[in-house]
């Protein structure tokens, strides 16, 4: 497909585990973005690669919240211990340069 | 603070009718592009419009168009002739200068009444 592609759609763990959620991104886009959407809320950046470096991870909540994007193509969001409050909406955003960014449709987590 | 407000948690419409979706934004850099995106239940958000900060004229996309009002720090979205498909939840971004995050507001939830 051509856009931003997000796995998996829906994740359920319980307190404790770690989860790892993974993105592939536009083919040809530089610039990825992880942004966390609490139910009824506006997203919140989380950490921005532009290929393979990490250049802002000041919205990471946490120590427990690590990303990644080797290749500088596909990233993986992991998040170890994972706590009730971790429960949202993670959304994987690519662009080009300056251009507008395109979301994926999001990983649903659940923390039981 | 950069900040982007969106004081309207609902509104509702009738099918085509125009209907306007606030957002103010407060930033102190001169540099800056505001960004409108739709959120369907189904959960993905859709790119809809972008006006940069130094735009001289409003931005239009087909049925979208944006209000910018600089010196009021508004960036309002008019959807003209309103459609049942456009219900969904509607957010106003802003992204500052250099740095390429999105600072998201809380987002409008429209409903497109027949």
């Known amino acids: 497909g051509a856009g931003v592609s997000q796995s998996p759609r829906y994740k359920v763990a319980k307190r404790g585990q770690d989860v790892a959620l993974r993105c592939d991104p536009i083919s040809g886009h530089v610039s990825l973005f992880w942004y966390q959407q609490a139910l009824g809320q506006g997203p919140e950046f989380l950490t921005y690669f532009q290929n393979e470096a990490q250049l802002d991870k000041s919205g990471l909540p946490s120590d427990r919240f690590f990303a990644e994007r080797p290749e500088g193509s596909v990233s993986t969001l992991k998040i170890q211990r994972t706590q009730q409050e971790d429960s949202a909406v993670y959304l994987c955003a690519s662009s080009l340069a300056d251009q507008p960014q395109h979301f994926g449709d999001g990983t649903r987590l659940s923390i039981l | 603070a950069q900040k982007i407000t969106q004081t309207q948690p609902g509104m509702f419409v009738q099918e085509k009718e125009a209907v306007t979706l606030d957002c103010t934004y407060d930033t102190s850099d001169p540099s800056y592009g505001l960004f409108w995106y739709k959120q369907p239940s189904s959960g993905e958000m859709i790119f809809l419009i972008y006006q940069g900060s130094y735009d001289q004229q409003n931005a239009t996309e087909g049925r979208y168009s944006l209000n910018f009002q600089k010196a009021r720090k508004s960036a309002n979205l008019v959807i003209s002739a309103s459609q049942l498909g456009d219900s969904a939840m509607y957010f106003c971004?802003?992204?500052?200068?250099?740095?390429?995050?999105?600072?998201f507001g809380a987002g409008t939830r429209l409903a497109v009444h027949p």
């Open positions: 971004a802003m992204r500052i200068g250099g740095y390429n995050k999105l600072i």
